[in-house]
């Protein structure tokens, strides 16, 4: 009996100091408070008449995403879009003091406003609503301009990486098509196929939202001006 006792205790050792000399599982974490929260928008009014003596206001919507931590791709982004008001807060301001020498009477109202559309985990993706008026113009010029990243490098996007090289021709022909199905191919200019490939290379023409990758174009490319924006949709490849 006492035999049996001693080999029982002898055995609840061994398994107690197996135990013990198994290593602890690793554990892994990821870097809290790292993700993107949201993005803050406000708005920025540049009169150019004290410093430049022209009758222009401007108006830039600014947008930052929020975040806590270390988030190395969305500050790309913030300074990216941030980049891209100033270069066309310059632009427009060097153009209407060119204009405004010739009249100094014109007066020149322009707005640029920034949307968050897509916070994703995956994507990043931001619209601009542009708005020109110069006095005297039979209208005003309205446009939408595209902006998708990608949320983990904070690199901008282009529709060749997402639909391969041959994109242009792709969606082409799904915008033709869209058009024929609604049978409004009369409402547009003629030849319109011929100019889509061409506008389809351009940077700020599209964007991403529910899964779809959105199509823009701006009035008079493609269509008479009193369509408006046209948007046409193509669906995101998983």
């Not at 080999?7 to 000399?21: D, P, R, W």
């Not at 206001?57 to 947008?63: D, K």
Request: proline share 5%.
């Amino acid at each position: 009996m006492m035999k049996k006792c001693l080999l029982a205790a002898l055995l609840l050792a061994a398994c107690l100091l197996a135990a013990c000399a198994q290593p602890e599982e690793e554990t892994t974490s990821s870097p809290e408070g790292s993700a993107i929260t949201g993005a803050v928008t406000d708005l920025e009014v540049h009169d150019l008449a004290p410093e430049r003596e022209v009758n222009s206001v401007i108006t830039l919507g600014t947008l930052e995403l929020a975040y806590q931590g270390d988030n190395a791709a969305a500050a790309a982004i913030n300074a990216d879009l941030r980049a891209h008001l100033d270069q066309y807060l310059a632009e427009t301001a060097d153009e209407d003091a060119m204009l405004a020498e010739a009249d100094n009477l014109l007066t020149f109202t322009h707005e640029l406003i920034y949307e968050p559309v897509l916070l994703g985990e995956r994507y990043i993706s931001i619209i601009a609503r542009g708005y020109d008026y110069q006095s005297g113009a039979a209208h005003p010029n309205t446009y939408l301009e595209g902006f998708v990243y990608d949320a983990a490098s904070g690199e901008r996007l282009t529709l060749a990486e997402l639909l391969g090289e041959d994109y242009a021709a792709l969606l082409a022909e799904s915008v033709a098509s869209q058009i024929r199905a609604a049978g409004e191919e009369n409402n547009y200019y003629p030849g319109y196929q011929e100019l889509l490939p061409t506008l389809l290379a351009t940077a700020e023409n599209w964007y991403l939202r529910d899964g779809e990758i959105c199509l823009i174009f701006n009035p008079d490319q493609i269509a008479p001006y009193a369509l408006g924006v046209l948007e046409f949709t193509y669906p995101l490849p998983e």
